[in-house]
């Protein structure tokens, strides 16, 4: 069993930073790629980050910059941080994960959102 708890949302001015941080139980944390999603109201859910195993990361273009990904293996943790952030970034957050079987395993996610 995998549970996902998102936490750092909030209400931020555009410019400004937030790090969101994920808390995963289980025991295949250390080896499952992590990764961060969005929605916005109205839209598809879309990957925002990923960070394998090993910690290699990668991001959709329109954060590549300003969001960093991190996993701390000890703590089975993954978190986001994003700075220079937009009001186009305004979404729930949600962190992912895929174990060996196929299952997906989502949390509940975050609300982050920035005002113009």
């Known amino acids: 069993q995998v549970q996902l708890v998102e936490s750092g949302g909030g209400l931020v001015q555009a410019g400004g930073s937030l790090r969101l941080s994920c808390a995963a139980s289980?025991?295949?944390?250390?080896?499952?790629?992590m990764g961060w999603y969005r929605q916005a109201p109205g839209k598809q859910r879309e990957l925002v980050a990923t960070i394998s195993s090993g910690g290699s990361a990668r991001y959709i273009d329109s954060v590549k910059g300003r969001f960093t990904i991190f996993r701390d293996n000890a703590k089975k943790t993954v978190d986001l941080q994003m700075n220079s952030l937009k009001p186009e970034d305004t979404a729930v957050y949600y962190c992912?994960?895929?174990?060996?079987?196929?299952?997906?395993?989502w949390g509940r996610g975050t609300q982050v959102t920035v005002s113009s």
């Open positions: 992912q994960t895929t174990v060996p079987s196929g299952r997906d395993y």
């Open positions: 289980g025991t295949f944390f250390s080896i499952n790629t």
